[in-house]
Every structure is written in structure tokens, then in C-alpha cells.
């Protein structure tokens, strides 16, 4: 009977583990928008054609080798972000503005990448207290992807709540394929927050620490932590009680 409260415990701490998500977003053609601290934006539409297909090659050569086909895709993705910038303001009241595109094209592993790049300025609602990121419109307002939406924060910051759920998700990042319904887009990212702590008496400054948002996947680990704590206590305890 002790040994099978054990086993039960150990499974509880086991099943409570939060695996990591390994998806990688990369679905041959996208749209990200790479969010910065103060809420701008870098937006990059990405697509890629495999160079062993003749086809997709020909379309490749076909852009990339012809500067009129390259401006005009430039002036495309140029227009549908002063588009996006247009929604995004007036949904918003922010002054959203939509920055110079640039066009990049690589071949690696037999893969060729065209990215146009560009910004959204003050895409992002900032909370600056509580280090928060909240990114809503364009999306929501009726901007149309048509491609796999990815949208990444920082590094150090972590996801916390993402509507609709997306198809695949990192820490800080999450991804919503093309056929996704984005009219009650919404995305909120926690990033790290500075605590100011008091000093004792004789102490000079006053230190500082960093403390991590308390999200749902910080409870689900902090329970498994808990958890599997306790096992070797109540090992312990069980032990003694069994030799007496």
C-alpha cells in the first residue's frame, strides 16, 4: 500500500510536467511580424521555392532575375502594410505608420528565399510597468495574411494568452496557419519585470531583482517542482515508519 502511494505520487509529478514545444515555424511562405519592446514592429513576408521543382524554380529565377517583377513586389508588400498600418490606427487611435520594404533573396540547400522586409511603428500596446505586450489589430480589424501569421516578442519574454489558439507555439512565439479565422485576433506577451526591494538598515543602494510573470505555464511547472520535492520526503517518511 506505501509503495503504491509512492508510485502515484511519482506518476502525479510526472504527468504535471510541461514538455517544451520543438515547432518550427517555417511553412514556406509567411508573413511575421517580430515585435520590439516598445511595440514597434519588423514585419518580413517570406516565401520559398523548391529549385528542384521546375516550376517553383522558374517562378524563383523569374522574380529575382528581373528588376521590374522585383519593384513590383516590393510596391505590393509596400501597399498591403500601409494598408495594415491604416487599420491598425484607426482601430486603435494610435499613429501606426508603415516603413520602407526591402527585397532579399538567398539560395541555401537547394531552397530560394525571397523576403521583403519592413515596419510597423506602434503596432503593439506596451503596459511599460509590468513589461506587457498586446498585439490585437491589424488582424482583428480585417487585415487578410493569406499565408501563415507568425508573431514573435523578445527573447525573454513568454506568451501568456493567444486567441484564436494558435497552430503551433515557442515561448515566445506562436504561429496561425492561413486558414485560421483572425477576426478576434489577440496575443499577449509577459516579459521579465523589475522588483525594487527596500534595503536593510546599514545596506547602501537599493538592489534590484528580476522577476519572471507568474503565467500558466509557470504554475504548471512550479507544481511539478512542488511535487516531485515532495517524494523524497514522504520516501523518507515511509521508511521510518515501515522499520519500527
Known amino acids: 500500500m506505501r509503495r503504491l502511494v509512492v508510485l502515484s505520487l511519482v506518476a502525479l509529478a510526472l504527468a504535471t510536467t510541461v514538455a517544451p514545444v520543438a515547432a518550427i515555424h517555417d511553412t514556406g511562405h509567411s508573413f511575421t511580424v517580430r515585435l520590439a519592446e516598445d511595440g514597434d514592429a519588423t514585419v518580413v513576408v517570406e516565401d520559398r521555392y523548391d529549385l528542384s521543382n521546375d516550376t517553383e524554380r522558374r517562378q524563383y529565377e523569374a522574380l529575382v532575375g528581373n528588376e ?3 519593384q513590383a513586389h516590393r510596391e505590393r508588400v509596400a501597399t498591403r502594410l500601409d494598408r495594415g498600418a491604416s487599420l491598425a490606427a484607426e482601430a486603435t487611435g494610435r499613429e501606426v505608420q508603415a516603413g ?3 527585397l532579399n533573396a538567398t539560395e541555401t540547400n537547394g531552397t530560394g528565399v525571397v523576403r521583403a522586409r519592413g515596419s510597423w511603428s506602434n503596432l503593439a500596446a506596451v503596459n511599460a510597468k509590468f513589461n506587457i505586450l498586446e498585439l490585437r489589430q491589424p488582424f482583428a480589424a480585417g487585415f487578410e495574411v493569406n499565408r501563415t501569421l507568425v508573431v514573435a516578442a523578445p527573447s525573454d519574454y ?3 494568452a493567444a486567441r484564436p489558439g494558435p497552430a503551433r507555439a515557442l515561448k ?4 496561425w496557419a492561413d486558414d ?4 478576434n485576433f489577440f496575443v499577449r506577451f509577459e516579459g521579465p519585470t523589475t522588483a525594487t526591494v527596500a534595503p536593510e538598515d546599514g545596506d547602501e543602494g ?3 531583482a528580476t522577476v519572471a510573470p507568474i503565467t500558466g505555464a509557470g504554475l504548471s511547472a512550479f507544481s511539478t517542482a512542488a511535487a516531485v520535492a515532495l517524494v523524497p520526503a514522504l520516501l523518507f517518511v515511509l521508511g521510518t515508519r515501515g522499520s519500527r
Not at 515566445?172 to 504561429?175: E, F, I, L, R, T
Not at 485560421?180 to 477576426?183: F, G, V
Open 68 to 70: 521590374s517583377r522585383r
Open 100 to 102: 520602407e520594404v526591402t
Open 158 to 160: 513568454v506568451r501568456a
Open 172 to 175: 515566445s512565439s506562436a504561429y
Open 180 to 183: 485560421a479565422d483572425l477576426s
Open 206 to 208: 537599493t538592489p534590484t
